[in-house]
Structures are given as C-alpha cells and as structure tokens.
C-alpha cells in the first residue's frame, strides 16, 4: 500500500473532556509554568506539550528524516492466524525497520530538530533498553548535536550492542547509575551494584541538564509532546487499513512510558471518543503493572526527585522493577495522557509473566519469521490470548498491534527464554506498598 | 516507488559466448553427471544449475515469502554524496530488510522450497559470519525442513547472536570445524584451535548430506543456481533505476562466494554483453584476493576434497584466510560465472584492507544512518573511492551498490575498530604460494 507520510502530528489534548492534571513542581508543588521547563526543553516543545491544537504540522526537515523509513510497513499476519486456526484477522504495524530498530526515532528525530533550531548544542538522555538512547543518538548525529546517554545499569550489561549502536552515531553512554551525577553518586554510596532503573537514569540525565546552561533534556516518552510525535504510526496505520475495508475490533501495544502505545492507539481513541466502538488495550510486565496494579496519583517522575509532578498511574517513585529483559517497561510511573485515559475507562491494561511473553515471541518469530523485541512481545502475548479466544467464540475480530521493535539487539534474552534460565516475577506487592508511602503531598 | 517483484530469475548462462567449463568429480576428476550431484541436491536445482534457458519462473510459493521483505528499497545516498562533496549520484539496493537481515534468504527460500518439493526433510548447510546460516534457518523454519548449521569456528564465537538466530529458527548450530563428521575431527586431530574455515564447514556440511540418505546439502553462495535465485536484486534496482532515468555508470558489490555480487551485477552484465558501457566491480578483502590474486584454475571448492572441482579464480583449497571479520568473506574461491566473466574482461576486482573498509562503514553509518554489515562495507569502501574520483574529475557518474546485509549481528566488530583493536592483514602471499601447490591435476 503506496501512502504518504502524514503530515502532521495528532494531539489528543484538543478531544479530551476533561483537562489533563497540571504538572507540579518538584520542589514547590506547584503548578509548573512553560517558564520552569524552559532550563530542560526548547520553546516550541514546551509550546507543543501544553497544546490544545488537534493537529500540529511536521517540518519538512522531519518527515525527510522519517523518509528513511517511513511510512512504516503495516501487515497482515496471515500465517499467525493460521497457526492459530483463529476467524480473527491480525494485523501488525511494522516500527523495527527504523534506523534504531524501533518507533523511538519518530520523537527522537523530532526533539533533535527543534533543539537544534533554538541553538542547542548538548542534549542528555536516559535509557532502558537502548531502543531511545540509540534512537537519540541516531537523531542527534543526523543534526550534529553532542548527546550523552545515561543507560540503566542492568540493560547495559545485558545489552551492550546497543551500546555499540549508539557509540556508532557518535553518543557518550554512561551505565546509570553513573559517577557523572550527585543523583547517581548518592546511589551508588548505598548500594555499588544498582542495576538501575528508568527512574534513576531520567534523575541523571534531568541532574546533568539542569547544572549545565548549554544542555538540554530529552525525554524518550512520558509527555505529551513526545506520545505526540509517535501518532503518525496510528495515523499511517489507519491510511493503510483503509482499502482493505478493515477497520480494528481491538488495538493493542506494550506500555512502558507509553510511548508506542500512545502512537499506534490515540488516533483510534479518537474516534472512540466520537463513538466509534474499538477496544484499545495497553500491556505491561507483572513485575511493574503500573497501569493494572498502581494508583491513580501525583507522584515524582524520577527517583530522586527532579522532574517534575505529574499525576499518572504509578508503583511510587522509588520502586525499583526486578530485572526483566524488557528493559524499556522497567518505569514506576507512565504517561499522564496514557493514565487519565485508563482513569476515563477509554483504555484497558493487561499484565503478563515474562516466560509467557516469550513463548508469544517464540511463536511469532517461528511462524511470521520476524524475531519481536521484548518489550514488542508484550503485546504478541495479548494478540495472541485474544486471537485464541476469537476462536472459541468464533468472533472475527479484527486486531491491530504495534510491533514496536525488533529484538536482534536482545538475542541474549532469548538464549535465556531457551536454555530455562529465564526467570519469573510476581507482582512485587510488598515492594510497591513500602514505594507508595513515598508519593508527594499535593495540597 | 511502487514495482512488483520479478516473476524469474535470470540465467546469465543463456548468454555467455563460452560454455561454462563443467565442474569434475572430486575422486575421479571427471566432468560431473546430473546423477553425480542427486545425492547432494534436489532434481530442481540440478535442473537450474544446468540450465541455459535465460528465465526461469519463480513459483508464486516463493513469491508469497518474498513479499515479507521484497522488493526491497532501492535508495540515493544523497546525504554520503553531499558529505564526500561528489558530483557522482549514488545508489544502494537495501538487502538489510529481510528477517534473517541480508540478502542470503533469496537463494535459501528458493532452495527450501524445492528440496520440500522433492520430500526432502532435512538439509545440512555451512555458513561463515552467519548471514547465510541464519537465512536458510529462516526458510527451512517457513517449509518445516529440518537444518543443521556448520559455523565456521572463529565467526561462532565472534558473532554469537547470529547462532542464536539460527536456534530461534529452530535450526542446529555446531561450530566448525566439529566432533560430528571425520572430516571436522580431522581437521581438530591436527588443530584443536583451528578458526575454521569456509572450506572447512563446507566439507563437514556435504559429509553429513553424503552420508545420510534423508539428507540434502545446500550452499550458500559459488553455484550457478544459487546466484541466479539472487538476481532478484539486479532486476529490482533496474526498475526501480528506471523512473529516474537513471542507469549506472559503475555497479559495485562485495564478493566472497559471489552470490550478492552476482545478484546485484548480473542483469548489468547482461547488457555488457549486448554492448552497453557499465563498469562492474566486485570488491574484495586483502586478506582473501581471491579475484586479484588468485589463479583461474580447477580447483577443489573445499578443504577436503569431497565438493566438486570447478574451474574458479581461486588460493588454492587449503588455503585459510586470516580471522577478518567480514566472515562472509573468507572463502579461498569465487564462483565458476563471476570467474569466467572477469577472466573475460567482462568485470573488475579490487580489494582493500579491514581497517579501510571499517572507515567507510563508519562514514556510511554516521552520514546515511544506516549500519553495514563488514561484508557490505567493502562495497562502500569502493563506492566511496569512485565517488571521490569522480569529484577530482568533475564526472558526474552514477554509481550503484548492493547494501547486503544490516551490521547489527557485527556490532563487536565496530567495537574493535573503536577501540583501534581491528588488525590489518597483508596479502598472505606465502600461505597461498604454498596452498597453490596442492591443486587437483585435470586431463
């Protein structure tokens, strides 16, 4: 299917009912103003993340960074419903032939632009994986920007090719926690072998941004601007479902931040929100359920206390997720958007063990012949439930899902799922009750 | 732009103006009979190999897997014009996109889908960096053939995510040489350290598919059949050149076997042949000068002697490369077509160092985003050097490269050239002086 590349980004800030809760200060408790961003983010970012606007154009210069390979393949996965032997039809965005690997690009090119038209010359990151930090790092060498990478402990071990991808477009990547920050050092004084967390790197980077007047920060996911830039795969997506007259019973993602969710999803919560009937799911790793175990609240983005406020669902800010290799769901928190949408009952949340996302890997990279990142088989794994239960009701339920990434970076995690080294966890319940005693006090 | 997939192959066998000298026996030196080669391959194939017909038809069962990568992008490296500031326009074919990551599934899906045809269950192949072990893994996983994987040794442990590839595919993978044949225990009797080799893993693969009788043998690269099933790539980039109006002055590829330089050059070379002015370039490691040094002779195509003897450019069958990491790379040969046509003239050879050609990568890989497999960047290291002679003398040449296979398996390697850890290696003179004299002696 021939389409174009959309030409802007959809917000859905401009179709919400109710006003999205005001991010607070950390210090103060505030209302934050565009003023109190400014020392970590360009104008017109700021501009962006507190938009009403519906629909917001996309430069030039971008869609001709997203022409390397955007538009993105959507499809049908017809040997998968076979396998199945399920009346659901299956369909899949393709985001893994990016550069990176994955859909971070889609904001990753789009932050690197609009710093380097304000003059910025530095940008610090945080990553789980390493799907943002080498979707930074890509963006950051296409327009010569300096990008530091703060990458959690345990990925950079697990992982450390991408490590290598982003070293090849020219990053500096610390293991966070890192000697390079008070936040990191401080941890580090309490326990020398962290393996780290999305929360503790975003208080690095946020820290180095903060104390340095020719840096900024990038966010891979989280706020608004940035699950904004991630809509043209739900629009796409929706372009090329057109002439095959199909339009989807259900929508699903994994959901980290929220991020790919976000993108392949609020185009069709938009027309949910007009009444359109579409289930839209988001889903998650047992051993951080943010959205199907959390609460509801204002808490801090970040470990220690940097970034803003914002009421999201959350397992408290100081919860430290056990060591799954789906390193980009290892976030206590998730996006304010993404929470007061479950909050409104427009989306459901699904949390799976991560044995049983891999054998959904397994089977999707065994019958279609592409191998998922973990974090991709998250939603494989509810695809599939679904498709099954197609069958036995005998339903044919269209489906779409974002396979948000490919998992050639994480073939370890693999060799782990095969040889029976790959471990279980359960909802850490105690942990997350001692976290939550933590949250802020907003009056 | 929006083409179809080629419904043929082409067969530059229809149009050489000199029969292809016929490969001989390995015992009796004698030209091999259709019959000789039934125990290694399907009558199809055989057929194919054989054949001087200029077409044959792709069956729409192959067709159908094709079209999960194919066609695949065709693209200008404008901003790699810009950066070497060249008048030349340059064109790369995107073989990076299939699962398996290169272009070796074009050939692998083929050869599965006949083997199957003829009730074949299980097939035995050999494979250097792993590119084409991991592209039969795929194709034998989608037919539901059974494969098993000799990898040479020093790529095993350099590359263990392309093993791990090959596992989710549900293939057996043995480093080579190995404990499973009396040729691989041979060869770890008189070397428990040998690195392996091409030739070796060949000689281990054809054994096994010797000695078993539900077992069938399939190659990766050098066989008229399977260069054929790559031209896919030539054709595509001919009309996907077509709408620009644009038809290379010069056609590059990186040669080992020579399956992905025969797959970009040979629809090239076919209107060579009818007169038309293109240069075609195969490009080489020092370490391994098969075309630049190497004699056209009958030769072995493996370590012992149970392959064919074919009439190749060659360093002699006991001749074992240095540990390079363009794995793909390290065969003492060169396929029996791309042999005749640069004996006749027909096409060029050049061949460079490791360090030089991780320059290139490194450029391509910072300027156009994508990263290259070391086998691939001995194409851009050519490119490169045209298009920089090109802005000396103002030509604004067109010069067009097969890209054939992603980096992101080779990404210990960057690390090494990182890190200034990557050695160089001078035209093994000595070694191949002396393995030059253990050729076969043809009546």
Known sequence: MNIEIPKKWYNIQADLDTQLPPPRHPATGEPLTPDDLAALFP????????????????????????????????????????HLKTPAKIYYKYEGVSPPGSHKPNTAVAQAYFNLKEGVEKITTETGAGQWGSGLSFACNRFGIDCKVFMVRISYDQ??????????WGSQVYPSP??????????????????????????????????HDDTKYSLGSVLNHVLMHQTVIGQEAQEQLAPEEAYPDIVIGCCGGGSNF????????????????????????????????????????????????????TLGHTFIPPKIHAGGLRYHGVAPLVSLLHNQGLIEAEAYYQTEVFEAADTFAKVEGLVPA????????????????????????????????????????????????LLDYEYPEALVKESLRHLPVIQ
Request: proline share 7%; with cysteine; aromatic share 10%.
């Open 43 to 82: 104008k017109e970012l700021i501009m962006q993340e507190v938009s009403t606007e519906r629909y917001i154009p996309i430069p030039d210069e971008i869609n001709e960074v997203y022409s390397i390979w955007r538009p993105s393949p959507l499809r049908r996965a017809r040997r998968l419903e076979e």
């Open 159 to 168: 992982k450390p090719y991408r490590k290598s991808l982003m070293q090849i």
């Open 178 to 211: 890192s000697d390079q920050t008070q936040s990191g050092r401080k941890i580090l004084s309490e326990d020398p072998d962290s393996p780290g967390s999305l929360g503790i790197a975003i208080s690095e980077a946020v820290e180095m941004a903060a104390t």
């Open 262 to 313: 976000a993108g392949i999803s609020f185009p069709f919560v938009k027309d949910k929100i007009k009444g359109k009937e579409v289930r839209v799911i988001a889903v998650e790793p047992l051993a951080c359920p943010t959205l199907t175990k959390g609460l509801y609240t204002y808490d801090f983005g970040d470990t220690a206390q940097l970034a803003p406020i914002v009421k999201m669902y």
């Open 374 to 421: 973990p974090e991709a088989a998250h939603a494989i794994r509810s695809v599939i439930n679904h498709a099954v239960e197609c069958k036995k009701t005998g339903e044919e339920k269209t489906i779409l899902f974002n396979f948000s990434g490919h998992g050639y970076f994480d073939l370890s995690a693999y060799d782990a799922f095969y040889s029976g080294q």
